[in-house]
């Protein structure tokens, strides 16, 4: 079956303590990228991935990091968390032929608490 | 800068009743691609529509059907004789072509539409 999977679905953390969450296609995309779901705000991207060793910057970058070293997987990495950090988070990969942005396919999201 | 405004917040409606949902968007690029996606309460997000800048034809699938307008940067989705299954929040979405930079999705706020009997 066709997925993206995010481990974990569920994560309560406390400020500064690392950690990292994953994300993972089985669909050979070479797009990849990372989402933040906020009340009233929206998804709001983090970062993204046109292929493997390929990132960039969304709209709200700031506290998180992110590696592609394989195409499948490409997880989020938060040094040290902070409160605000708290979320909703998606992963979503896609085709990317050419210059064309196909449809997204989305994970089923990992709900953060940083206390 | 790409921006997508959904004005509406919250919407309810009636079973059976059609109902419009708006999406403005603003963007600087000359080929851009407008999307449609649907969360249900489950959580999950679900890829509806993707239309490209250079195509204005009007879509129907079903009870749905889109009407993409460039004189309005508009791209408005429309439910008819709504269902309560239909019952989610609704997001528009803006990316240019895919050159670096230009990869971004950008998501507009929402819509939450809540369809009662």
């Known amino acids: 079956e066709a997925q993206v999977t995010q481990n974990p679905r569920y994560l309560i953390t406390v400020t500064g303590k690392k950690l990292t969450v994953t994300c993972s296609q089985n669909?050979?995309?070479?797009?990849m990228s990372w989402y933040r779901q906020d009340p009233g705000l929206g998804l709001r991207q983090i970062y993204y991935s046109m292929n493997v060793e390929v990132t960039d910057k969304g709209d709200v970058p700031e506290g998180y990091k992110v590696s592609r070293k394989e195409k499948r997987n490409f997880p989020l990495i938060l040094e040290s968390p902070s409160p605000n950090q708290t979320s909703l988070y998606f992963c979503?990969?896609?085709?990317?032929?050419?210059?064309?942005?196909?449809?997204?396919?989305f994970g089923p999201g990992t709900r953060l608490t940083v206390t | 800068a790409q921006k997508v405004t959904q004005a509406q917040t919250e919407i309810s409606v009636v079973e059976k009743e059609d109902v419009t949902l708006d999406c403005v968007y603003e963007?600087?690029?000359?080929?851009?691609?407008l999307f449609w996606y649907k969360q249900p309460p489950s959580g999950e997000l679900v890829f509806l529509i993707r239309?490209?800048?250079?195509?204005?034809q009007n879509e129907i699938s079903g009870r749905y059907s889109w009407n993409f307008q460039k004189s309005t940067s508009s791209f408005n989705f429309t439910i008819t004789a709504s269902q309560v299954v239909d019952s989610a929040v609704y997001f528009c979405a803006l990316s240019g072509h895919y050159t670096g930079t230009a990869s971004k999705l950008t998501f507009g706020t929402g819509t939450r539409l809540q369809v009662t009997l």
């Open positions: 239309r490209n800048s250079f195509d204005e």
């Open positions: 669909m050979n995309h070479e797009y």
């Open positions: 979503a990969s896609s085709l990317a032929s050419g210059t064309i942005p196909y449809e997204q396919y």
């Open positions: 963007t600087r690029d000359t080929t851009y691609y």
